[in-house]
Nanobody, 122 residues
């Protein structure tokens, strides 16, 4: 079974940095894309950053220039480097992946991690 496990969350002062990691494990043929979402209480889950198998990245406007998403394909791991953190960045951050499993010639499934808390103090 495929599992996504996030790590790296914590408490940081405004202006500080954190690096989130999300490792996918299981019998994986390939990962088509990996993403980071975030969610605060009472709010919809927000797509923060994406990275495709080809390395193309996209970011929500509010984090452009501050956050960087990257991958280590050999480790099936995605990272989110968060710099110049602001209080409004505080949320539970979830990784997500579109993963192709070696069934039926290769079938894509959507997986979510359990989330990691990011708290930004001012």
């Amino acid at each position: 079974q495929v599992q996504l496990v996030e790590s790296g969350g914590g408490l940081v002062q405004a202006g500080g940095s954190l690096r989130l990691s999300c490792a996918a494990s299981g019998t994986i043929l390939r990962i088509n894309a990996m993403d980071w979402y975030r969610q605060t209480p009472g709010k919809q889950r927000e797509l923060v950053a994406t990275i495709t198998s080809g390395g193309r990245t996209n970011y929500v406007d509010s984090v452009k220039g501050r956050f960087t998403i990257s991958r280590d394909s050999a480790k099936n791991t995605v990272y989110l480097q968060m710099n110049s953190l602001k209080p409004e960045d505080a949320a539970v951050y979830y990784c997500h992946a579109y993963i192709v499993l070696p069934v039926f010639g290769g079938s894509e499934y959507s997986y979510w991690g359990q989330g990691t808390q990011v708290t930004v103090s001012s």
